[in-house]
């Protein structure tokens, strides 16, 4: 196959993966074809290479770890007691094995709220941990910019043990079937993202995991926070209408 040809090829599947047509490829008079070029925030999404991933829930304190999750949602909080955590030391490891940047599981399928935070009553502020005052995110993140990691957040929004959702988002455990509980939850997890996205500084990388219930089907209408709070983070997993440009999504 000749360089020509082999090019046009390239161009073609990279063309496929974007969703661009031949028409918008094809010459216009001397113009040469259009060629997509990825923005500043992808090249360093794909310059980072490697990075190191926290999953840090009130499960690892009970028999079974998350195998239970939809059971753990009422969980007493004070199981919840890292007494000995130490975020430098993630950082160290992460540092240590060549990662660029990480992600920390801040809110995941159990509800557990990993914050200070007065979404609902179900979290390290419902803890004797550190007098009810401990802020995993917040130890997290300082440890990633002190040791130049860049850090990313993960926030699952399809389920929440604690208030009775299951993917793909819906109340009563994924039924869905009240539009008023559903409302509701929308607009808790509206505020969830807003406090993650807008309290503890630019994040590299922002994970959805399993994107979000579209707006007009109940679910959080997340983008216009995104494209406010965090605009420059790259995005796996987000919901439609993600940006695609610098807050685009990765996967």
């Known amino acids: 196959m000749s360089k020509p040809i082999l090019w046009g090829a390239v161009l073609a599947t990279m063309a496929a993966g974007l969703g661009i047509g031949p028409a918008a490829l094809a010459a216009e008079g001397d113009k040469p074809p259009?060629?997509?070029?990825?923005?500043?925030?992808?090249?360093?999404?794909?310059?980072a290479e490697m990075g190191m991933f926290f999953h840090f829930d009130i499960p690892v304190f009970v028999e079974g770890g998350e195998g239970?999750?939809?059971?753990?949602?009422?969980?007493?909080?004070?199981?919840?007691?890292?007494?000995?955590?130490?975020?430098?030391?993630?950082?160290?490891?992460?540092?240590?094995?060549?990662?660029?940047?990480?992600?920390?599981?801040?809110?995941?399928?159990?509800?557990?709220?990993?914050?200070?935070?007065?979404?609902?009553?179900?979290?390290?502020?419902?803890?004797?941990?550190?007098?009810?005052?401990?802020?995993?995110?917040?130890?997290?993140?300082?440890?990633?910019?002190?040791?130049?990691?860049?850090?990313?957040?993960?926030?699952?929004?399809?389920?929440?043990?604690?208030?009775?959702?299951?993917?793909p988002g819906l109340v009563n455990f994924g039924k869905g079937g009240d539009a008023a509980k559903q409302a509701e939850y929308a607009r808790i997890c509206e505020r969830m993202v807003?406090?993650?996205?807008?309290?503890?500084?630019?994040?590299?990388?922002?994970?959805?995991?399993?994107?979000?219930l579209p707006p007009d089907k109940g679910g959080p209408d997340l983008v216009p926070i995104l494209k406010k709070l965090q605009p420059h983070a790259v995005c796996f997993q987000g919901p439609p209408g993600t940006p695609a440009g610098p807050a685009m999504r990765a996967a």
Not at 34 to 47: G, N
Not at 194 to 212: I, K, M, Q, R
Request: proline share 5%; glycine share 10%.
């Open 34 to 47: 259009m060629i997509p070029k990825p923005t500043p925030e992808q090249v360093a999404w794909q310059d």
């Open 68 to 167: 239970d999750w939809p059971n753990q949602g009422r969980l007493d909080p004070n199981l919840y007691h890292p007494d000995e955590l130490n975020t430098d030391q993630w950082m160290e490891a992460a540092k240590a094995m060549g990662a660029a940047y990480s992600v920390f599981v801040a809110k995941h399928c159990t509800g557990f709220i990993s914050w200070q935070s007065d979404l609902y009553a179900y979290g390290v502020k419902q803890s004797k941990w550190r007098g009810g005052k401990g802020d995993v995110v917040r130890d997290y993140v300082e440890s990633c910019r002190k040791y130049g990691i860049k850090p990313g957040i993960y926030a699952s929004v399809t389920a929440n043990a604690h208030l009775n959702v299951n993917n």
């Open 194 to 212: 807003s406090e993650l996205w807008g309290n503890y500084g630019g994040l590299f990388y922002v994970w959805f995991d399993g994107g979000a």
